[in-house]
T-cell receptor
Framework: GQQVQQSPTSLVLQEGENAELQCNFSTSLNSMQWFYQRPGGSLISVFY???GTKQSGRLTSTTVIKERRSSLHISSSQITDSGTYLCAPASSGSWQLIFGSGTQLTVMP | EAAVTQSPRSKVAVTGGKVTLSCHQT?????MYWYRQDTGHGLRLIHY???????EKGDIPDGYKASRPSQENFSLILELASLSQTAVYFC?????????????FGPGTRLLVL
């Protein structure tokens, strides 16, 4: 079946450090979304990025369709960035999102 | 701002009992979804709907039914709750199909089946 691999599984940073989160997909994809989830909380859309690079504040998402991967870069991390980041690609020919298991980010003071 | 609400926010059910989870959206979105999330895992799609009075099966529909009586409301029904259905359930909505538009999620319902 379709596989979504996120790496790293968990990441601990000191406040101010940068983070690079990766998402790889086993088959060709046609879109990619990134979501943020606080512990016990709901999901909030961070990026809808089917291809190319998008930036929003300290967050940058890059999706390379041909290589079946996407990344989320967080610069100058803050304590409030702590939580789980989930990627959700959709495979070619499908509208359905397939969610990864997430990267749990902890930013320490 | 898009708004998706769910009720109840948490529930304890007995094995074999009936459970109904409700979702309401004020986004005027056509698409609505029910997902479940198990500890340490991503979300899996149970049922979805793209128009009122019609529902479709997702990846894991067994043991669940869905109902979309209106554009705004989407319910998930567990006719005979089982231990394996203990999870957090999320409802979401989007204007178009999931890969073409941002999905907006509700706060989740934490279900414990004993």
């Amino acid at each position: 079946g379709q596989q979504v691999q996120q790496s790293p599984t968990s990441l601990v940073l000191q406040e101010g450090e940068n983070a690079e989160l990766q998402c790889n997909f086993s088959t060709s994809l046609n879109s990619m979304q990134w979501f943020y989830q606080r512990p016990g909380g709901s999901l909030i859309s961070v990026f809808y990025n089917p291809s190319g690079t998008k930036q929003s504040g300290r967050l940058t998402s890059t999706t390379v369709i041909k290589e079946r991967r996407s990344s989320l870069h967080i610069s100058s991390s803050q304590i409030t960035d702590s939580g789980t980041y989930l990627c959700a690609p959709a495979s070619s020919g499908s509208w359905q999102l397939i969610f990864g298991s997430g990267t749990q980010l902890t930013v320490m003071p | 701002e898009a708004a998706v609400t769910q009720s109840p926010r948490s529930k304890v059910a007995v094995t074999g009992g009936k459970v109904t989870l409700s979702c309401h959206q004020t986004n005027n979105h056509d698409y609505m979804y029910w997902y479940r999330q198990d500890t340490g895992h991503g979300l899996r799609l149970i049922h979805y709907s793209y128009v009122a009075d019609s529902t479709e099966k997702g990846d894991i529909p067994d043991g669940y039914k869905a109902s979309r009586p209106s554009q705004e409301n989407f319910s998930l029904i567990l006719e005979l709750a089982s231990l394996s259905q203990t999870a957090v359930y999320f409802c979401a909505s989007s204007g178009t199909g999931g890969n073409q538009d941002t999905q907006y999620f509700g706060p989740g319902t934490r279900l414990l089946v004993l």
